[in-house]
């Protein structure tokens, strides 16, 4: 199996950029997100974590390969299927208090969807994905391949954490150990990240144990070293200030 990064620009065929990884695409396409990190995906080639047509055509491709890759429905996101398109009572988005309108979208019973319409008391919302029936292109690039043990982990921290700047691991035959650096107590997704990052490293490189090493750090500690730090300060100022008393006595 191969861990490669890659940049691509997906699009429905003749027709608008739905996902990129390419910053000056996405402005160029008017779907930049300022809150989004734009940079080369990790992919562990397959392992279903791109759509099947994709999927295929990265295990035949080499670093520094680029290539438009054309993917029909049934290896994308699927034919639409009728059967997803659902009349829900308004009064079960009210009870959630939802005021649904048209294109919002929306989860209901753990299945996301979208507001077609919205008329007679009831809401009609599509659960097919917004791609499905589509044929779509991917303009990819492969641009990096794991060579080492450190780099596969590395794939996978980027996958879960969105970055793995700062982290420091240790894989042995069976464990996998993994170092947060401090920022990462912060998060608030820091527990599902966690849970990612751990059944994908189960599944990829087959381990049986992953060990998180955090380190927390008394606030108070902080609060004294700026105070001691502060008073240092001050008393060096105070003796600077303070004049020197002269040897000479005055006639």
């Known amino acids: 199996m191969d861990f490669i990064k ?15 990884t390419r910053r000056e695409d996405a402005e160029k396409e008017g779907i930049f997100d300022e809150r989004r990190v734009y940079k080369p995906f990790s992919v562990a080639v397959g392992e279903g974590q791109v759509v099947e047509g994709l999927d295929e055509a990265l295990a035949k491709m080499k ?3 680029k290539k438009t890759v ?19 009572p308004i009064k079960q988005f009210k009870q959630q208090r939802i005021n649904p309108i048209p294109g919002m979208p929306v989860e209901i019973d753990n299945m996301r969807g979208r507001v077609q319409t919205v008329a ?18 991917f303009d990819v690039e492969v641009v990096e391949k794991a060579k080492t043990d450190t780099d596969k982990v590395n794939y996978i921290l ?10 420091e691991s240790k894989l042995t035959a069976n464990k996998l150990t993994v170092k947060l650096p401090k920022s990462a107590n912060y998060d608030q997704n ?9 059944a994908e490293a189960f599944k990829l490189l087959k381990v049986d144990d992953v060990v998180f090493e955090e380190t927390w750090e008394n606030p108070e500690k902080k609060k004294k070293e ?16 303070t004049p020197k008393k002269s040897g000479k006595k005055s006639d």
Not at 6 to 20: E, S
Not at 70 to 88: C, D, F, H, Q, W
Request: aromatic share 8%; hydrophobic share 30%; proline share 3%.
């Open 6 to 20: 890659i940049n691509y620009t997906g699009r429905i065929k003749d027709g608008a950029v739905f996902d990129t």
């Open 63 to 65: 670093v520094g390969e």
């Open 226 to 241: 700026k105070s001691d730090s502060g008073d240092e300060k001050s008393d060096d100022k105070s003796e600077e200030k």
């Open 70 to 88: 054309t993917i029909e429905p049934e290896k994308a996101y699927g034919p639409r299927n009728p059967s997803m398109v659902k009349l829900i």
């Open 158 to 167: 980027e996958r879960a954490f969105e970055s793995s700047d700062e982290f």
């Open 190 to 198: 820091l527990l599902m990240r966690k849970m990612s990052f751990t």
């Open 120 to 137: 007679g008391g009831r809401v009609r919302v599509d659960f097919n994905h917004e791609l499905a029936g589509k044929t779509i292109e």
